[in-house]
């Protein structure tokens, strides 16, 4: 009795290796069931965002094939049905694979042509006769819709998220520029004592970092604009009508707003990952900016006595579970951290883009997977830097002053009058007899206070 109960609670599904039991309660079938069981590798699955870029795909095929009188109105129908609710996100929990599996991304395609199938068949009731292969993955291999999506899903990321918070990040800036335009501090380079700027000066290098690297990214995305869709199995578009391609690129285009297009040569579109290379690389470019403007921020807000001092930044938490008071910078902290995964990702998605071998790449699921977790964190920790710490810095003027006025490289200032070799003397004799740079000028008899004081414009 208690078999017959537990046999209840499992269907029979049948494909070419032969039958498989899956849940009842599950809307995949066989080639999904035998990837859950094959690869039980890590934690990582496969992310909704490149599941949903599938979903938009199959939708414009469905559309296509119709159009190309090569399906009938119903099954269109239904496969449009099905993947609408897909969108919606109601069958998310359907779509459980691991990234470590076929480096092709075939299992998760046939995940979401049977996924598809079996919402399809439901709608149509009766009449349902759906096929996965047949109907939903029809003029289609994963060898050219799995690197279609990768394309659709990062361009979508990009423009979507974030864009927007790069924007956020650099207005951020922009205004603490003009705010503190004026405020006059000393510079530094080598970590070492230099000629002096202003404040909002330093904080337009900061805003210029961004808008620099979001121009390289926004370029990086002409090229990932061109899919592979048409392609089929190796390039030759096998089973495909002749224009199937461009008619599903612009049916992509119009279902998500954003101009895609079909490949030129789709031998180059299946094996080649170099699109998106370049566009994590100008990722990358970003992530060195922003570690560089975290570290500039920590190492300026440092102290608050012993260290530098010049900026103060939010205090969000308690730094320490063992010194009372002490608060760190924890958004630079965090920002931090991610740059370094994002540099990390770029090496994994660069030598997984160099394993194209003959007319395909298998290793596909671990770039979009390095892509995207790039693009996430990236997002994530730009929002949650300016909201949590760029928006509320502020100056400390009473340390900005005393940093400036003690500075020996005010000296260079003189140079221009008094040569290189007699503004050097009098910077080192300051410095080994602390003093100012007045003082040494007179105590050298190279300038008297009166003529320091007309000369010093800085």
Not at 177 to 196: C, E, F, M, N, V
Request: aromatic letters at 6%; proline letters at 3%.
């Amino acid at each position: 009795m208690k078999e017959n109960i537990e046999e209840k609670n499992y269907r029979i599904e049948h494909d070419s290796m032969g039958d498989i039991k899956v849940a009842v309660d599950k809307l995949w079938g066989a080639q999904t069931q035998r990837s859950l069981q094959n690869f039980q590798i890590g934690t990582e699955k496969m992310p909704l965002e490149i599941i949903k870029a599938l979903v938009i795909l199959k939708k414009a095929a469905a559309v296509s094939n119709f159009e190309l009188q090569l399906m009938p109105l119903n099954i269109k129908d239904a496969v449009i049905y099905a993947c609408d609710e897909i969108l919606l996100g109601k069958y998310n929990d359907q779509f459980p694979l691991s990234i470590w599996q076929t480096g092709s991304g075939t299992q998760t395609n046939m995940n979401v042509n049977e996924v598809i199938a079996h919402l399809g068949n439901d709608y149509l009731g009766e009449k349902g006769n759906i096929h996965p292969n047949d109907d939903v993955n029809k003029g289609q291999s994963s060898n050219d819709t799995f690197p279609t999506a990768m394309h659709m899903v990062t361009v979508l990321e990009i423009e979507d998220k974030l864009i927007p918070a790069i924007k956020k990040l650099e207005d951020t800036f922009k205004v603490l520029s003009k705010q503190y335009k004026s405020l006059k501090k000393i510079g530094r380079t080598h970590l070492q004592d230099a000629t002096p700027l202003t404040l909002g000066q330093e904080i337009s290098g900061w805003e210029f970092c961004l808008n620099k690297t979001k121009s390289m990214i926004e370029s990086s995305l002409e090229y990932l604009r061109e899919l592979a869709i048409g392609g089929t199995a190796v390039g030759t578009g096998i089973n495909a009508h002749p224009d199937f391609g461009k008619m599903v690129a612009e049916k992509i285009s119009s279902f998500t707003g954003t101009k895609f297009v079909s490949a030129e040569n789709k031998f180059h579109a299946l094996t080649s990952k170099d699109a998106l290379v370049n566009a994590h690389g100008a990722i990358k470019a970003l992530a060195a900016d922003l570690l560089k403007i975290a570290n500039d921020i920590r190492w300026l807000a440092s102290g608050p006595r012993c260290g530098i001092g010049e900026i103060i930044i939010p205090e969000n938490e308690p730094g320490s579970s063992i010194m009372p008071g002490k608060v760190n910078p924890t958004q630079c902290e965090a920002l931090s951290m991610v740059c370094c995964q994002v540099m990390a990702n770029d090496t994994a998605v660069a030598f997984a883009a160099s394993q194209g071998n003959f007319q395909l790449n298998v290793y596909m699921p671990v770039i979009i997977h390095n892509v995207l977790q790039s693009i996430k964190i990236l997002t994530d920790s730009i929002n949650s830097f300016n909201k949590n710490c760029a928006i509320g810095i502020r100056p400390n003027r009473k340390k900005i002053n005393s940093n400036l006025e003690s500075s020996l490289m005010l000296v260079t200032v003189l140079t221009p009058h008094i040569g290189y070799d007699k503004a050097a003397k009098i910077a080192k004799y300051a410095h080994e007899n602390d003093l100012t740079l007045k003082e040494s000028a007179e105590k050298l008899n190279i300038l008297t206070k009166e003529e320091f004081d007309t000369l010093m414009k800085y």
